[in-house]
Nanobody
């Protein structure tokens, strides 16, 4: 299971750090991704990280502002979001797929085996 938290209300230009804790199957090797669903839009890829902690893959609009990291000892992955914009407002989901690799398949939601419940991020102007 994946449990995401850390969402909230923040002013434009501010920062938030989301966390996603895994429980069960923690001995498995899995890459982690963050996705989001903005109001009225389809779920979209945000970023992903290998089990080893790198390399990473980011969606273009968040590159340079968002950073995905993980602490395998704590079975937790993070999404540090800086310089937040109103258009970043969304429900953010963490997800996992088995393996220690990053590639085009990281952008395919059907590749992910596990999903968290989502945490809401609202950025105000």
């Amino acid at each position: 299971q994946l449990q995401a938290c850390g969402g909230g209300l923040v002013m434009s230009g501010g920062s938030l750090r989301l966390s996603c804790a895994a429980s069960g199957h923690t001995e498995d090797t899995y890459a982690m991704g963050w996705w989001r669903r903005r109001p009225g839009k389809e779920r979209e890829f945000v970023g992903a990280i290998t089990y080893s902690g790198g390399p990473w893959l980011y969606e273009d609009s968040v590159t340079g502002r968002f950073t995905v990291s993980r602490d395998n000892a704590k079975h937790t992955v993070y999404l540090q979001m800086n310089n937040l914009k109103v258009e970043d407002s969304a429900v953010y989901y963490c997800a996992a797929y088995y393996g220690d690799y990053i590639g085009p398949y990281s952008l395919d939601s059907s590749e992910y085996s596990y999903w968290g419940q989502g945490t809401l991020v609202t950025v105000s102007s």
